[in-house]
């Protein structure tokens, strides 16, 4: 059965689409801790970052490195953090987050609720950057 990430990427389930390629997708997370937040994974499923092969590693690293950039150029912000948690979905994904601080970082804190405007204005801020 195929995981909610791999459902989104085939087009399945709808997304805020950021950045695609044959082999990755980037897609804003619904539930995001800024405005911005993007969650980039290998269409490949693959439950654990670490057990990506190191070509498909440095692949997968190398599209989000690219797909921090439009991050960067479209949403205000100091840097864009990365974290790699990977409990929450078994399919191996990079949160790319718009940070001014350290604290920005912080999973415990409330998610932001944006309307389906706001997502959709922020995505095509983020693709066409």
């Known amino acids: 059965m195929a995981t909610i990430f791999s459902r989104i990427a085939a087009g399945e389930i709808p997304s805020y689409k950021v950045a695609e390629d044959d082999r990755h997708y980037a897609f804003l997370d619904i ?3 800024a405005r911005g937040h993007v969650l980039v994974i290998p269409r490949r499923e693959v439950d654990y970052l670490f057990d990506l092969s190191a070509d498909e590693y440095a692949a997968l690293m190398e599209f989000a490195r690219k797909t921090a950039l ?6 205000p ?4 953090g990365v974290a790699v948690i990977g409990m929450e979905v078994p399919h191996a994904h990079i949160h ?4 001014n ?8 804190k409330p998610k ?9 204005a922020t995505a095509k801020a ?3 950057a």
């Open 31 to 33: 539930n995001p801790m």
């Open 70 to 75: 439009r991050i960067k150029a479209a949403i």
């Open 77 to 80: 912000c100091q840097r864009v």
């Open 96 to 99: 790319l987050i718009p940070i």
């Open 101 to 108: 601080s350290e604290s920005d970082m912080d999973f415990r």
């Open 112 to 120: 932001l609720q944006l309307s389906p405007e706001e997502m959709a």
């Open 126 to 128: 983020i693709l066409e």
